[in-house]
């Protein structure tokens, strides 16, 4: 069954600390694997994505992704985090061919100063 | 591009009544989706259409719902009748048949009192 598990809800990080969350998929064809931020009261946002090549991936807002194909793993970092980083985080993978992506159930990110 | 389009941004509305919520995808996108976002249930897909064919609604809670899209440029969700468990924010979302990211919409806050 294709799936995304984001293993945590919330997390709290202090500002100017370093971030790392969670993404593990279940996908039988080649994955495309994305990370979203959803700002209250906004939509969804692409921070980056993978789709090939480079296993590490860069993406806005200083964030980077590095994709373990032998670990089902699509983490998502950020060696400093601003209190502008507070938000909703989204892991989705998807189809090379299109389709629907299937969305992680996202984990709730607090900076305290 | 406006990017995808949604109206309204936010409805409140009377249990038993109609609601139709609008979506204009990216010109050129093949493939959109309804997806609906609670506090409970995180960011569901409701149903998703390629090339203005609907493709899967397993996502559909119910007979009260339907969606259509008539066109490559317009998509409705409609609601009838309405119950308060329906408050939510739907989103719609639309992605190309490369297999890129899906881009997403503002939201629709949906209340239903």
């Known amino acids: 069954a294709q799936s995304v598990t984001q293993p945590d809800i919330h997390i709290t990080v202090s500002e100017g600390a370093s971030l790392e969350l969670r993404c593990n998929y279940s996908y039988g064809a080649t994955p495309y694997l994305f990370w979203y931020v959803q700002s209250p009261g906004q939509g969804l946002q692409l921070l980056l994505k993978y789709f090939s090549g480079d296993t590490l991936v860069q993406g806005i807002k200083g964030f980077e992704a590095e994709f373990k194909r032998s670990q089902s793993s699509f983490n998502l970092r950020k060696p400093s985090v601003h209190w502008s980083d507070a938000a909703e985080y989204f892991c989705a993978v998807g189809s090379n061919q299109g389709g629907k992506l299937i969305f992680g159930q996202g984990t709730e990110l607090s900076v305290k100063p | ?113």
């Open chain 2, 1 to 113: 591009d406006a990017g995808v389009i949604q109206s309204p941004r936010h409805e409140v509305t009377e249990m038993g009544q109609e609601v139709t919520l609008r979506c204009k995808p990216i010109s050129g996108h093949d493939y959109l989706f309804w997806y609906r976002q609670t506090m409970m249930r995180g960011l569901e897909l409701l149903i998703y259409f390629n090339n203005n064919v609907p493709i899967d609604d397993s996502g559909m809670p119910e007979d009260r719902f339907s969606a259509k899209m008539p066109n490559a440029s317009f998509s409705t969700l409609k609601i009838q009748p309405s119950e308060p468990r329906d408050s939510a924010v739907y989103f719609c979302a639309s992605r190309d048949r490369g297999g890129t990211e899906a881009f997403f919409g503002q939201g629709t806050r949906l209340t239903v009192v």
